[in-house]
């Protein structure tokens, strides 16, 4: 297959793992048959500095007529008092509104070859942590009406929460078809007993639920759902939720593996235009240039762009299986070696890497 991938390598860290990234697809395409055609395009702070915007129109057309999107990182403290109107994370918030991206999708799993780095009892993540959020992205409360007006002397700020029925069931047919793919187990998380929009939310999941008999579900409120991820994490596998909840709930559910290089993310559309791929964490600019970043957050983005948008599941397994096996070798770069003893000795088996090195040991293993 030929394919086209825009690639956003944006600020710090950025360039860097997206290079790693590049490779390790450049290996794919020459082991499975297939061309992929990149074209570059600034976004963050970087097209801030060319162009005196986060990303050109121009920028976003070429996203929008490429077949997916990869992205690294933007951001950081070069840029962090320009004009609100032009910050980098505007960009994000753009390209998400282009491409009509309502759904994503960040898989949080716990490698056991880094179970020492989760900040859990190793009696609470024996049973393993592999689950999956499903988090609406473009509707609730982050896009609704907001205003701050002076009432009887004192400023009072409003910030409006909504969803429609629409809205609500094609995420819910996102989070469903998604769990139909693993292990058929989904929690819709609301606060129906308080908000509106979670009573509408629940009744409309419940709906979708019936065409899809094989998942077990449930419905769990958002103040249980944020004390069962530190308690029992094991119990998720899929996890449907709106806009907030999700934005809080999925960085919860990243710390508990304690592995922030390690998690990729995929924003999906409804099929008809690419999605957009990233790591989970940002530009990481006290690191940025150093080589010390670690690629595997990325190229496991890489994994599910094949997967989600062009249906390449044996290119994407491949992927990672390689990157296990590089864990599995023992394989560290400074973000997952462990601090201490555990250090010491990924240096003593000289076992620590930079950038360039771990995507290689990845391309190695594939
Ligand atoms: P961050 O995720 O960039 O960094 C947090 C910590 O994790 C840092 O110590 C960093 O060195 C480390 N880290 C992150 N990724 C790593 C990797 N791949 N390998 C090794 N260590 C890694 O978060 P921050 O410091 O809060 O934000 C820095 C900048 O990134 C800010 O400008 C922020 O706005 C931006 N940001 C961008 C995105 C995005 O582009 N989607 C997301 C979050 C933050």
């Not at 570059?40 to 986060?54: N, T």
């Not at 590089?326 to 620590?352: H, P, S, Y």
Request: charged residues 25%.
């Amino acid at each position: 297959m030929k394919k086209n991938i825009t690639v956003l390598r944006g600020d710090g860290i950025g360039p860097e793992i997206v290079n790693e990234a590049i490779k390790v697809l450049d290996k794919i395409a020459e082991k499975f048959g297939h061309e992929f055609v990149y074209t570059d395009v600034l976004m963050g702070g970087c097209s801030i500095d060319e162009y005196g915007v986060p990303i050109t129109d121009d920028g976003i057309e070429k996203c929008k007529s490429s077949d997916s999107v990869l992205l690294g990182a933007v951001g950081g403290p070069k840029w962090d008092n320009v004009d609100p109107s032009i910050r980098p994370e505007k960009a994000l918030l753009k390209v998400r509104k282009e491409l009509n991206l309502f759904a994503n999708l960040r898989p949080t799993k716990l490698f056991p070859q880094l179970a020492d780095a989760s900040p859990l009892k190793p009696t609470v993540v024996e049973n393993g942590i592999d689950l999956l959020i499903v988090r609406e992205l473009t509707g609730g409360i982050y896009f609704g009406s907001r205003r701050t007006e002076e009432i009887d002397g004192q400023l009072v700020a409003t910030d409006e929460m909504t969803y429609s029925e629409a809205e609500i069931e094609r995420i819910g047919r996102v989070a469903f078809e998604t769990a139909l793919k693993r292990d058929k187990r989904l929690a819709s998380v609301d606060k129906a007993n308080v908000l509106d929009s979670s009573r509408l939310w629940r009744k409309v999941v419940e709906e979708v639920a019936k065409d899809y008999p094989e998942v077990t579900y449930e419905h769990m409120l958002v103040d249980n759902c944020a004390m069962q991820l530190v308690k029992d994490p094991a119990q998720f596998d899929v996890v449907l939720t709106e806009n907030m909840f999700g934005d809080i709930l999925s960085d919860e559910a990243s710390q508990i593996t304690g592995s922030i290089g390690m998690l990729a993310s995929a924003s999906l559309g409804d099929g008809t235009g690419p999605g957009l791929y990233e790591p989970i964490h940002g530009s990481a600019p006290d690191i940025a240039g150093q080589d010390k970043a670690n690629p595997l957050a990325t190229i496991l983005s890489c994994a599910m762009l094949l997967r989600y948008d062009f249906g390449m599941n044996e290119e994407a397994n491949a992927i990672e299986t390689a990157v296990e096996r590089v864990l599995d070798a023992g394989w560290r770069t400074g973000d997952i070696a462990g601090n201490g003893a555990d250090l010491e000795a990924v240096k003593a088996a000289g076992k620590l890497v930079g950038t360039k090195r771990m995507g290689d040991l990845v391309i190695e293993m594939l």
